[in-house]
């Protein structure tokens, strides 16, 4: 088999103050095939995000990566210069953020931001009045000339993805794309991200803490906790029986349709902040599954194409038959 | 647009009004323009001519309306000194100050945005440091003094510039680098904080994410940001600037607003004191209205109300 | 859509380690006791004339206005021709410079100190009555601080100068005057913030007479940001001394002031540097002293004036 696209092992990434070096990604392992759609799901401090953005160089200063390998085609980019990286941003992998509202330069039109997009990959203006098009503008033209602030948050996430799109990178990183948007702009934006990733053969690596986006868009999903991937594998099968406490946790506080609960099960307790990590499981404290074992490295338990952190997959597994009874 | 500029215009008026209303209480009431205008050595009668003459006997509120209406006109009264009107002599010496202070400016935001960039870009680093203390040290510095080691280094000891006095470009460097050295360390810790906030903003990021070189990011992206704080501090500066100029411009015999306006002051002319200071805050008053327009221009998102 | 109230969107602010939260909500107090370098700079810069000024009969090897002609323009100490006992120098007139120097230092800070003494008092008066009384007071008040702020101050100071007799106490008052705008417009501010807090509220409602809360609510509430202006204040307030009466407009000989020795200076620039260089350099430590100590002082104190830094 020939190598991924990118992949992402053992990563570590800390933050490092006055010689003092303090882990908030540790051990995080990935891979992205060309044209496949990744998602990483955790809640907010699990480090996806962290993780997202080492593989763009595009850390803020108060984070290094400290160990592990971040590989796109085959170069470590760990190791590639500044520059290099810089180089392999637009054209190769572009990215989309968070907050479409403060992510355009409010003073520069969005032709001039997509021209420089586009510039970078060697693209003119018939490409980016083409992208316009696919991401559903109906007036291409007069979008160039608007500002920032003449658009709303869901069409500024479109020319996001146009000016992300528009040189034809090989991977999108996506980070929470949709999270900021109206409920109903949600699902359109995330159908066009499909579209378009399909139509392009763009592999995708999206950011989320909501299960529904990694339902609609991702064909394999890892799920993050405490700076870790505690399990990997096809999303249909993960989110079906999940192999991880934290996993089942997720998806027991998630609603979904038909829901006949009363009230959402909330996580109990928070994420443990990094200088709480140690060696053993760090949803111990969480978990209703925890044992004094759990106090131990967890396994890494692997089985087809799915893998799991947990010394109690079978106690899980027997959970979930009893509750489909 | 139009309206827009009548409305400022219009909110001028009362500021002018109180300057002028300060200054007619000031040299009307405190002072007593007659016995500054005769000397010490006038006859009671002399004065009592004088004073009928000047209309000093009149109520205070006739003697207010009368000015008010001498102003308006553009009289200010005869300067004593020069035996002739105020107004002219004081706008006669505006483009030698204006060319000093816009020298210092310009000077000023040569030295300042580079060295701001550098600092922000470089945050908490050893250029950072550096510059924030060379811009407190500067700050620090009263500008007639520096003028005056300005002097002492490049006229009197290497004499590679002239001492004092005007005429030609050589005798506007060493008053431009006194007068805005201070500018500039002001406006260098303006640059860097804007900068350092708006680097920091989510469309940098997005511009680094482009690929961008960290040239373009940094002053297309963030220094265009950074246009609106920073205009707004250079012509805040400027009117400091004014103030400044007038110590500047006594130290380096520079023909300008300041030194007639000091004289003015030590001699007691206040026909020129008032007409000057008249202009000053005309001038300034110019200016902010500008620097708002000016924001206009550049950025479209501040709505004008 | 979202699977908990826990899961809130996680942005790059989550990126940021959680300890660096707990120091920004570190009390001001603790702030005060941890002195930065520049800090201690400042407290030198400023405790040394400062202590002189204090004790400068004590330390004046001679009388500041003493004049010997046969010992004019002599050079300080490590020149060729220096003569002990004149440490730095004697002036055109053989006035010891560094008793000139010490009793300049006594007039600077003097009129410093008072002139910002009576700005302040103004200021905060202005400002709290303004703030707190609101309505039809405040907005006389503060277009009135509008306007004056509109123009240079210094022009303001040179049209009073020019119809008082100029001295060292036509300059403290003319100082104090032109200045209290700017603690008007701060305190103001203040207050009409604090009004809103639920203490102030409190205490109306309890029937606390109004100048009971000016005095004893807001007035300690507002204090800070006061010591920081006043401290920075005290700083342009010497600059501005010095220059007028450089511009011969402020103290008046035989009163010394730094600045008038600087005037004296000017014209021997070419036979003797030492005249005019010292009282500008008395002048530049002291006021860079007082502009660190002004930095700390707002660091630690008042984090709503460090905005933007």
Same mark, same amino acid.
């Given at each position: 088999?020939?190598?991924?696209?990118?992949?992402?092992?053992?990563?570590?990434?800390?933050?490092?103050?006055?010689?003092?070096?303090?882990? *908030?990604?540790?051990?995080?392992?990935?891979?992205?095939?060309?044209?496949?759609?990744?998602?990483?799901?955790?809640?907010?401090?699990?480090?996806?995000?962290?993780?997202?953005?080492?593989?763009?160089?595009?850390?803020?200063?108060?984070?290094? +990566?400290?160990?592990?390998?971040?590989?796109?085609?085959?170069?470590?980019?760990?190791?590639?210069?500044?520059?290099?990286?810089?180089?392999?941003?637009?054209?190769?992998?572009?990215?989309?953020?968070?907050?479409?509202?403060?992510?355009?330069?409010?003073?520069?039109?969005?032709?001039?931001?997509?021209?420089?997009?586009?510039?970078?990959?060697?693209?003119?203006? &018939?490409?980016?009045? /083409?992208?316009?098009?696919?991401?559903?503008?109906?007036?291409?033209?007069?979008?160039?000339?608007?500002?920032?602030?003449?658009?709303?948050?869901?069409?500024?996430?479109?020319?996001?993805?146009?000016?992300?799109?528009?040189?034809?990178?090989?991977?999108?990183?996506?980070?929470?794309?949709?999270?900021?948007?109206?409920?109903?702009?949600?699902?359109?934006?995330?159908?066009?991200?499909?579209?378009?990733?399909?139509?392009?053969?763009?592999? *995708?690596?999206?950011?989320? @803490?909501?299960?529904?986006?990694?339902?609609?868009?991702?064909?394999?999903? @890892?799920?993050?906790?405490?700076?870790?991937? +505690?399990?990997?594998?096809?999303?249909?099968?993960?989110?079906?029986?999940?192999? @991880?406490?934290?996993?089942?946790?997720?998806?027991?506080?998630?609603?979904?349709?038909?829901?006949?609960?009363?009230?959402?099960?909330?996580?109990?307790?928070?994420?443990?902040?990094?200088?709480?990590?140690?060696?053993?499981? =760090?949803?111990?404290?969480?978990?209703?599954?925890?044992?004094?074992?759990?106090?131990?490295?967890?396994?890494?338990?692997?089985?087809?194409?799915?893998?799991?952190?947990?010394?109690?997959?079978?106690?899980?597994?027997?959970?979930?038959? /009893?509750?489909?009874? | 647009?139009?309206?827009?500029?009548?409305?400022?215009?219009?909110?001028?008026?009362?500021?002018?009004?109180?300057?002028?209303?300060? %200054?007619?209480?000031?040299?009307?009431?405190?002072?007593?323009?007659?016995?500054?205008?005769?000397?010490?050595?006038?006859?009671?009668?002399?004065?009592?001519?004088?004073?009928?003459?000047?209309?000093?006997?009149?109520? !205070?509120?006739?003697?207010?309306?009368?000015?008010?209406?001498?102003?308006?006109?553009?009289?200010?009264?005869?300067?004593?000194?020069?035996?002739?009107?105020?107004?002219?002599?004081?706008?006669?010496?505006?483009?030698?100050?204006?060319?000093?202070?816009?020298?210092?400016?310009?000077?000023?935001?040569?030295?300042?945005?580079?060295?701001?960039?550098?600092?922000?870009?470089? =945050?908490?680093?050893?250029?950072?440091?550096?510059?924030?203390?060379?811009?407190?040290?500067?700050?620090?510095?009263?500008?007639?003094?520096?003028?005056?080691?300005?002097?002492?280094?490049?006229?009197?000891?290497?004499?590679?510039?002239?001492?004092?006095?005007?005429?030609?470009?050589?005798?506007?460097?060493?008053?431009?680098?006194?007068?805005?050295?201070?500018?500039?360390?002001?406006?260098?810790?303006?640059?860097?904080?804007?900068? %350092?906030?708006?680097?920091?903003?989510?469309?940098?990021?997005?511009?680094?994410?482009?690929?961008?070189?960290?040239?373009?990011?940094?002053?297309?992206?963030?220094?265009?940001?950074?246009?609106?704080?920073?205009?707004?501090?250079?012509?805040?500066?400027?009117?400091?600037?004014?103030?400044?100029?007038?110590?500047?411009?006594?130290?380096?015999?520079?023909?300008?607003?300041?030194?007639?306006?000091?004289?003015?002051?030590?001699?007691?002319?206040?026909?020129?004191?008032?007409?000057?200071?008249?202009?000053?805050?005309?001038?300034?008053?110019?200016?902010? #209205?500008?620097?708002?327009?000016?924001?206009?221009?550049?950025? =479209?998102?501040?709505?004008?109300? | 859509?979202?699977?908990?109230?826990?899961?809130?969107?996680?942005?790059?602010?989550?990126?940021?380690?959680?300890?660096?939260?707990?120091?920004?909500?570190?009390?001001?107090?603790?702030?005060?006791?941890?002195?930065? #370098?520049?800090?201690?700079?400042?407290?030198?810069?400023?405790?040394?004339?400062?202590?002189?000024?204090?004790?400068?009969?004590?330390?004046?090897?001679?009388?500041?206005?003493?004049?010997?002609?046969?010992?004019?323009?002599?050079?300080?100490?490590?020149?060729?021709?220096?003569?002990?006992?004149?440490?730095?120098?004697?002036?055109?007139?053989? &006035?010891?410079?560094?008793?000139?120097?010490?009793?300049?230092?006594?007039?600077?800070? #003097?009129?410093?100190?008072?002139?910002?003494?009576?700005?302040?008092?103004?200021?905060?008066?202005?400002?709290?009555?303004?703030?707190?009384?609101?309505?039809?007071?405040?907005?006389?008040?503060?277009?009135?601080?509008?306007?004056?702020?509109?123009?240079?101050?210094?022009?303001?100071?040179?049209?009073?100068?020019?119809?008082?007799?100029?001295?060292?106490?036509?300059?403290?008052?003319?100082?104090?005057?032109?200045?209290?705008?700017?603690?008007?417009?701060?305190?103001?501010?203040?207050?009409?913030?604090?009004?809103?807090?639920?203490?102030?509220?409190?205490?109306?409602?309890?029937?606390?007479?109004?100048?009971?809360?000016?005095?004893?609510?807001?007035?300690?509430?507002?204090?800070?940001?006061?010591?920081?202006?006043?401290?920075?204040?005290?700083?342009?307030?010497?600059?501005?001394?010095?220059? #007028?009466?450089?511009?011969?407009?402020?103290?008046?000989?035989?009163?010394?002031?730094?600045?008038?020795? !600087?005037?004296?200076?000017?014209?021997?620039?070419?036979?003797?540097?030492?005249?005019?260089?010292?009282?500008?350099?008395?002048?530049?430590?002291?006021?860079?002293?007082?502009?660190?100590?002004?930095?700390?002082?707002?660091?630690?104190?008042?984090?709503?004036?460090?905005?933007?830094?």
């Amino acid at each position: 088999m020939s190598e991924p696209l990118l992949k992402i092992q053992n990563l570590q990434v800390s933050a490092t103050r006055s010689s003092a070096k303090l882990p *908030v990604v540790d051990g995080a392992s990935l891979s992205i095939e060309r044209g496949e759609r990744v998602a990483l799901v955790g809640e907010s401090g699990s480090g996806k995000s962290v993780t997202c953005f080492s593989a763009m160089g595009l850390l803020p200063e108060s984070l290094q +990566v400290t160990d592990g390998s971040i590989r796109y085609q085959g170069s470590e980019l760990t190791a590639l210069g500044a520059e290099k990286l810089r180089r392999l941003r637009g054209p190769e992998i572009a990215m989309i953020y968070q907050e479409p509202l403060t992510s355009l330069n409010p003073l520069l039109t969005i032709g001039a931001q997509l021209k420089e997009a586009a510039g970078r990959a060697k693209a003119g203006r &018939r490409e980016i009045l /083409e992208m316009l098009d696919r991401v559903g503008f109906a007036d291409p033209p007069r979008i160039l000339r608007q500002r920032p602030h003449e658009l709303s948050g869901g069409m500024r996430q479109r020319v996001m993805i146009a000016m992300a799109l528009v040189g034809r990178p090989k991977l999108l990183l996506a980070d929470e794309p949709t999270t900021a948007l109206d409920v109903t702009i949600q699902s359109q934006v995330l159908k066009l991200m499909y579209d378009l990733s399909y139509d392009l053969d763009t592999a *995708v690596l999206i950011v989320s @803490h909501d299960l529904s986006v990694v339902r609609k868009l991702a064909d394999t999903v @890892h799920v993050m906790y405490a700076g870790q991937v +505690v399990e990997s594998g096809p999303v249909k099968e993960v989110l079906a029986t999940p192999r @991880h406490p934290y996993t089942q946790a997720l998806l027991d506080s998630a609603p979904h349709m038909g829901d006949t609960r009363d009230r959402l099960e909330s996580i109990p307790g928070i994420v443990p902040t990094p200088d709480q990590w140690d060696q053993g499981c =760090r949803f111990r404290s969480r978990c209703p599954l925890a044992t004094e074992q759990c106090e131990q490295r967890p396994p890494k338990v692997e089985e087809d194409d799915r893998a799991s952190m947990c010394w109690h997959i079978d106690r899980l597994v027997a959970r979930q038959q /009893e509750a489909a009874v | 647009m139009g309206t827009y500029i009548a409305g400022r215009l219009a909110q001028m008026i009362p500021t002018l009004l109180l300057i002028i209303t300060i %200054v007619f209480l000031l040299v009307y009431i405190v002072g007593d323009p007659v016995s500054l205008m005769l000397g010490e050595h006038a006859t009671p009668e002399q004065v009592a001519t004088m004073r009928e003459a000047m209309g000093l006997n009149d109520p !205070l509120l006739v003697q207010y309306f009368n000015y008010l209406g001498s102003v308006l006109t553009g009289d200010f009264g005869d300067s004593y000194r020069y035996n002739q009107a105020a107004l002219p002599l004081v706008l006669d010496r505006i483009p030698a100050t204006l060319t000093l202070a816009i020298g210092a400016i310009l000077l000023a935001l040569v030295i300042a945005i580079p060295l701001g960039v550098w600092a922000a870009t470089r =945050r908490g680093g050893v250029v950072d440091s550096a510059v924030s203390s060379l811009s407190v040290l500067a700050k620090a510095m009263p500008n007639f003094w520096l003028g005056i080691m300005l002097i002492l280094l490049f006229a009197v000891v290497l004499q590679w510039l002239p001492v004092s006095g005007s005429g030609s470009w050589a005798h506007l460097v060493l008053p431009v680098v006194a007068l805005g050295t201070g500018t500039a360390a002001e406006i260098t810790r303006l640059v860097r904080s804007s900068m %350092v906030e708006i680097l920091s903003q989510d469309y940098i990021r997005t511009a680094r994410g482009k690929g961008l070189r960290q040239r373009v990011v940094v002053y297309k992206h963030a220094l265009l940001n950074a246009f609106v704080p920073v205009t707004s501090i250079t012509i805040l500066q400027f009117s400091t600037l004014l103030g400044g100029a007038l110590i500047t411009e006594v130290v380096f015999s520079w023909p300008g607003l300041g030194q007639l306006l000091v004289n003015a002051v030590s001699m007691r002319d206040m026909a020129v004191v008032q007409a000057a200071v008249f202009v000053i805050a005309v001038m300034v008053l110019a200016l902010s #209205l500008i620097s708002d327009l000016l924001f206009k221009a550049v950025d =479209r998102r501040i709505s004008l109300g | 859509m979202a699977e908990s109230t826990t899961m809130s969107a996680s942005g790059t602010g989550s990126v940021e380690p959680a300890p660096a939260k707990s120091f920004s909500q570190r009390s001001w107090r603790s702030k005060l006791r941890r002195v930065p #370098l520049s800090g201690w700079i400042g407290l030198v810069l400023v405790g040394v004339p400062a202590v002189v000024a204090i004790f400068a009969p004590l330390l004046m090897p001679h009388s500041p206005t003493e004049i010997d002609p046969t010992r004019a323009l002599l050079p300080p100490i490590g020149m060729e021709g220096y003569q002990p006992g004149h440490l730095l120098g004697t002036d055109n007139l053989g &006035r010891d410079l560094l008793s000139r120097l010490i009793e300049g230092a006594r007039i600077s800070l #003097l009129i410093g100190v008072l002139s910002v003494v009576l700005a302040g008092s103004i200021g905060l008066t202005v400002g709290l009555a303004a703030g707190y009384y609101s309505k039809w007071i405040d907005a006389l008040l503060m277009r009135f601080v509008d306007a004056l702020l509109a123009i240079p101050s210094i022009l303001l100071i040179l049209v009073i100068l020019g119809v008082l007799d100029p001295g060292m106490w036509t300059l403290i008052f003319v100082l104090g005057i032109t200045n209290w705008v700017i603690y008007a417009r701060q305190i103001r501010a203040e207050v009409l913030e604090l009004r809103e807090r639920q203490f102030i509220r409190a205490a109306q409602n309890f029937g606390v007479s109004g100048p009971t809360i000016l005095l004893r609510h807001l007035t300690p509430n507002v204090m800070p940001s006061f010591i920081v202006l006043s401290t920075l204040s005290v700083a342009t307030v010497i600059v501005t001394e010095s220059g #007028l009466s450089f511009l011969g407009l402020g103290v008046q000989p035989p009163d010394i002031s730094w600045g008038l020795m !600087l005037t004296t200076g000017r014209d021997y620039l070419a036979t003797a540097w030492w005249i005019s260089t010292l009282p500008g350099l008395a002048i530049t430590f002291t006021v860079l002293g007082i502009l660190l100590l002004g930095d700390w002082l707002r660091d630690a104190l008042d984090p709503r004036l460090a905005v933007g830094r």
